[in-house]
């Protein structure tokens, strides 16, 4: 508006003089020329500032130019701090990752190496910039991986291999996908934490083993006191007897202890044997039992006839006698134990339903964890150690199995064990099913 004025009352002034000096055409086009004339000037000190875009001030000129000149430049000042912002926080960003132990790769879509921090230098042997650009495939050339990022099931799982900068140091590898189709690959030097695992099955394994013969020793010689005292000294033989019952129960910690050390340590077999489950049930739910003695309790077995396993005889004799002896340990006597072993779609299934004492849902969880009880007095007044169901783990898991609880307080538990349908056979028998007790 106010420029609008301004012309108006230039034109004005110029008619006024023209008319004056009888010449108001010319002097109003005078007027007009010399106002387009500072128009164009100011266009090209704009332009020009623009262009130089160094110049910290902008051109100095009147009216709506200034206007113009103010506004952009407070833009201007307003863009560089922005950008002063976003440098000082992408510096800081890159510090914290470059400052970070794990190394870290960013990956494009087509998994080809976009960007990395100096631990992955070192970890993974990258180098700039000869690798960038490359595909993470020629990089890390371990079979694992190549099956993992084929995979592309990126669910927080992560894959363990030795570095290929140093075969020595192993890795801890995963890969995280974020924004449109990057991948962040994440690897750890888990080469320490690996050592002191090793060493703390090794002190397990070598504890228990020590501890066998001083053990049987022990056994021994309380065997012979027992028989020596067994008629004259009541009193000594009571004590005799709780000593027995106590190296017993420590000759099975150290077996359960071996046995886990074992499965931990031991190569799974190439060729497993196929194991004849519904027989090794039979003979199972007979030692049930006896255990059960005078308590009572009611088993049934029902197995598929003719539906035999892969895997390892003595593992899976033990994968299922520890489930079905809990059952019979916490149902309290006169209690259902249904015993199960049929194929469906999920595969092999061996199921263990009683009406025992069950389990409270937070417990549920650490089953398996080694010397979990819920009630360490009962279980122990039970004879139990607590390692049961660590080996049923591991037993699982070197047959590609998994275990399932399910329990409610006071309602009875169902103990299931999943076995993978490749591993089942199939061997024309007869049906093996035997009554209530
Ligand atoms: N069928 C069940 N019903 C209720 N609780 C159970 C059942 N099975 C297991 N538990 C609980 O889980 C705990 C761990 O079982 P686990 O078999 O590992 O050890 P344990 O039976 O105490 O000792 P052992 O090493 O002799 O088997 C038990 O102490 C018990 O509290
Ligand atoms: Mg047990």
Known sequence: MDEAWRIGVFVAVALVIGLIIGQPALLVLLVILGYLGWQLRNLRLLQ????????????ESVGVWDDVFQEIYRLQQRNRKRKRKLGKMLNRFQEATEAMPDATVVLTPDDEIE???PSAGELLGLSYPRDTGQRIGNLIRHPGFAEYLRGGEFDGSAIDLPSPADERVSLSLRIVPYGKNQRLLIARDITRMQRLEQMRRDFVANVSHELRTPLTVVAGYLEAMEEECRDRDEGMRRMVEAMQQQSERMRRIVEDLLMLARLETERVSDSPEPVSVPSM?????????????EEAHRIELE???????????GELRSLFSNIVFNAVRYTPGGGEIRVRWFEDERGGVFEVADSGIGIAPHHISRLTERFYRVDVGRSRSRGGTGLGLAIVKHVLLRHGGRLEIESELGAGSIFRAILPTKRLAHVQQNQISDDVV
Do not use: M, Y
């Open 48 to 59: 020009r500032w623009l262009k130089e875009g160094k110049r910290f001030h902008p051109p």
């Open 115 to 117: 960007w990395w921090n």
């Open 281 to 293: 049930l039979a003979a199972i739910c007979e030692d049930a039992r006896r255990l059960s003695g």
């Open 303 to 313: 197995a598929e006839a003719g539906l035999w396993l892969q895997g390892n005889d």
